[in-house]
């Protein structure tokens, strides 16, 4: 499923279009630009854990949940964590702004690293542009995954199964701005949709709210 068709699903799961009507590109744009929104706002709380700023100053083995603060004076490696979990996440940003000058060379650890979305590659990526930043989360079922936002042809970096999931949470997001108040229903839906990603993405936190509730 596109992006346009999971944003076409949840304008008219909102009440924004009718079924057989197409948003105009206003709408389109502006429901994109809230999609973005929601999704960058699921990673720590959906998607994996919130990220704890590391210095890195030589090349490292990183651990999941580390956004690694490069200041390196020569070239380096960030290596990923063997053995990742669903979800893990880990990131860089160049505080010194020399990448260019030494580069910052990520090794995936024998997984699939992501270049845009939907493509992945098995090779070492090397990181050459000044102020750099980037985080990845791991998905099983692919590989290292460059959290990025989408543009309305883009497939999303989820399993397919999971982008009913996110046309409720965007229908959620919409309601209020076209209808008032959302129906039941559709907080219900999105609630179940935010369910499915954290159970298969940031299932500590899953278990530490059910336990919670329980």
């Known amino acids: ?3 346009s068709e999971i944003i076409k699903q949840a304008m008219r799961s909102a009440g924004v279009i009718d079924a057989g009507q197409e948003p ?7 429901a994109l630009y809230a999609l973005n929104g929601l999704q960058r706002g699921m990673f720590g709380e959906e998607v994996g ?7 890195l100053t030589a090349s490292t083995t990183g651990v999941y949940g580390g956004a690694y603060q490069a200041a390196i004076t020569s070239a380096a490696t ?3 964590p063997a053995n990742p979990q669903s979800g893990w996440r880990i990131g860089y940003t160049d505080v010194k702004a020399n990448f260019a000058t030494y580069n ?7 997984r699939l690293i992501s270049t845009a979305v939907g493509t992945y590659v098995a090779a070492n ?5 000044n102020s750099a930043a980037a985080v990845y989360f791991f998905r099983e079922d692919a590989g290292w995954t460059l959290e990025q936002d989408w543009v309305l042809t883009d497939t999303p970096y989820f399993p397919i199964a999971y982008h009913t999931g996110l046309a409720d949470m965007l229908a959620l997001v919409l309601s209020p701005q076209y209808s008032g108040d959302p129906p039941v229903a559709l907080v219900a839906n999105a609630q179940r949709g935010r369910d499915l990603f954290m159970a298969r ?14």
């Open 1 to 3: 499923m596109l992006v």
């Open 24 to 30: 105009t590109p206003q709408q389109s744009e502006a």
């Open 49 to 55: 854990p919130r990220l704890d700023a590391v210095s």
């Open 78 to 80: 960030l290596t990923f």
């Open 104 to 110: 910052l060379t990520l090794n995936p650890n024998t």
């Open 125 to 129: 990526q090397v990181v050459s542009t």
């Open 201 to 214: 993405y940031n299932s500590r936190a899953m278990a530490a709210r059910t336990r919670k509730v329980g």
